[in-house]
């Protein structure tokens, strides 16, 4: 039987979401709109939602470039973001 609920971590935050959540809903439901920085250093987010922009690429139990937008959530799973920015300092 299929379980309701799927737990992963994102960015090292526990999340739990519904069985067939793509990665990239389980990206908002942990907090955040970014996955990566483009080559300019400007941040990214999904756009399309069907696997065209690549702008979801996420790091997935340590496969680069996965889109979080295409892959569904497994109990367990690790995805990596882009690192965030330094704090500025006042
Ligand atoms: S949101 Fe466009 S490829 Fe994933």
Do not use: F, N, Y
């Not at 999340?15 to 942990?30: E, K, L, P």
């Not at 920085?37 to 997935?60: A, H, K, N, Y």
């Amino acid at each position: 039987m299929t379980p309701l609920t799927i737990t992963l971590t994102v960015d090292a935050r526990s999340v739990s979401v519904a069985a067939s959540s793509s990665v990239a809903a389980a990206i908002a439901v942990a907090g955040s709109v970014a996955t990566r920085r483009s080559t300019s250093g400007q941040w990214r987010g999904p756009l399309c939602g069907m696997g065209v922009c690549q702008e979801c690429r996420v790091d997935i139990d340590g496969r680069p470039h996965q889109l979080s937008c295409q892959t569904l959530c497994a109990d367990g799973m690790r995805v990596r973001t882009a690192p965030q920015p330094p704090k500025v300092q006042p």
